[in-house]
Structures are given as structure tokens and as C-alpha cells.
T-cell receptor
Framework: GQNIDQPTEMTATEGAIVQINCTYQ??????LFWYQQHAGEAPTFLSY????GLEEKGRFSSFLSRSKGYSYLLLKELQMKDSASYLC???????FGRGTSLIVHP | GAVVSQHPSWVICKSGTSVKIECRSL??????MFWYRQFPKQSLMLMAT?????????EQGVEKDKFLINHASLTLSTLTVTSAHPEDSSFYIC??????????????FGPGTRLTVL
């Protein structure tokens, strides 16, 4: 099975940088996903990491360390619209963490 | 990009009725579809995994006779909530995975269906 842990809530200031961590335990690793979910909407794909290292995609970057069972999502130049829940998921049949609610304030 | 649609986007029904939710992959063949349920302020909970042409695999605690899943084609899966009760009120989300390339590694989510049972 899988066990995923991420912080429940984080706050940050517009224009700043925030790092959302995710630790996981899984019996078989097929990659790690990050999704963004706004209230009342379905999740949208942000990133997929299967190898160690940093994947950069615009303002968002995702890092993976398979040996440590650890990933983080890095959001730069925060905007108010980035206020959402960020979900970490692992597994071929993905198991989702509880999500981190990010609040960006002016 | 790969698109998944869901219908209806919201539904209100009386207790005891059955509700069918459709999930369609519009521009790719979805060999596997997943059905999730999400209660307010909680994470997505996987209900079942369905592969085209075979019976769905249900997660522990999910009643297969209550939540009927049919994946009859590579582009359509349906979830029927039978004899719905107020505790079944939730946000139901499907996702689809293809068999090659980007559609293999990534799950593409539908927009979700909000079910309210009175």
C-alpha cells in the first residue's frame, strides 16, 4: 500500500516562493504526481516525476528523491490565483495525500 | 491535450433513486478509468478502478452493488449510484489513463459531478 504525508495548510505572500513537501511510503514506485485543485473543481495536473532530480516548468518546479521517499513542489512568484489545494499522489493506481491548502495573501 | 468529460456536472435527487454519471475520454482511448469520491475538505478517495471490457476492481469498503461501474468501451465509463441516500452526497470525479505516451503516465481528470441527495 501507500502512505502519503503533506502539510495541511500553508500561507504565503504574493510574489514570494513557497515549497510544499510530500513524503511517501509505497510498495512499488511508478512515479509521483502533483495536482492543483481549486475549491469545487477537479484536480489539474502539474507535474510528474519518475527520476530523481528537479523538473522545472515555468513558475512551478517539482523535486523527487526516491531513496528518501520525498518530493516537493516549488511555486515561485506567487499569485493570488495560486491559492488552492495541492495534492501529492503516488502509485500506478494513484493514492492521493490529503492535500496542502495554500493561501496566498497580498 | 487529452480531455475527459463528465456528465452531469451536478445532480440533485431524492433519497432512494438511482443516479448515473458518465465519464468520457474525448480524444484518446482510455484503457483504465478511475472513480474517486471527495467529501468537503478531504482528499480524493479512490472508489474503483475499471479496465475496458472487464469488471471493476473496488477499493475496500466500497459496496460494488451500490456503486455499479461499467466500462464498456475505450472512451466511456459509467458510475451508477443505486438507491442513493443523503450520505452519498459528494463530489464524484473520474479520471482516465491511456495506453501510450503521455496518456499512459498521466491521469486526466474529468470536471467532476456534484451529487446532492435530499
Amino acid at each position: 500500500g501507500q502512505n502519503i504525508d503533506q502539510p495541511t495548510e500553508m500561507t504565503a505572500t504574493e510574489g514570494a516562493i513557497v515549497q510544499i513537501n510530500c513524503t511517501y511510503q509505497t510498495s512499488g514506485f511508478n512515479g509521483l504526481f502533483w495536482y492543483q485543485q481549486h475549491a469545487g473543481e477537479a484536480p489539474t495536473f502539474l507535474s510528474y516525476n519518475v527520476l530523481d532530480g528537479l523538473e522545472e516548468k515555468g513558475r512551478f518546479s517539482s523535486f523527487l528523491s526516491r531513496s528518501k521517499g520525498y518530493s516537493y513542489l516549488l511555486l515561485k512568484e506567487l499569485q493570488m490565483k495560486d491559492s488552492a489545494s495541492y495534492l501529492c499522489a503516488v502509485g500506478y493506481i494513484p493514492t492521493f495525500g490529503r492535500g496542502t491548502s495554500l493561501i496566498v495573501h497580498p | 491535450g487529452a480531455v475527459v468529460s463528465q456528465h452531469p456536472s451536478w445532480v440533485i435527487c431524492k433519497s432512494g433513486t438511482s443516479v448515473k454519471i458518465e465519464c468520457r475520454s474525448l480524444d484518446f482511448q482510455a484503457t483504465t478509468m478511475f472513480w474517486y469520491r471527495q467529501f468537503p475538505k478531504q482528499s480524493l478517495m479512490l472508489m474503483a478502478t475499471s479496465n475496458e471490457g472487464s469488471k471493476a476492481t473496488y477499493e475496500q469498503g466500497v459496496e460494488k452493488d451500490k456503486f455499479l461501474i461499467n466500462h464498456a468501451s475505450l472512451t466511456l465509463s459509467t458510475l451508477t449510484v443505486t438507491s442513493a441516500h443523503p450520505e452519498d452526497s459528494s463530489f464524484y470525479i473520474c479520471s482516465a489513463r491511456g495506453s501510450w505516451g503521455a496518456t499512459y503516465n498521466e491521469q486526466f481528470f474529468g470536471p467532476g459531478t456534484r451529487l446532492t441527495v435530499l
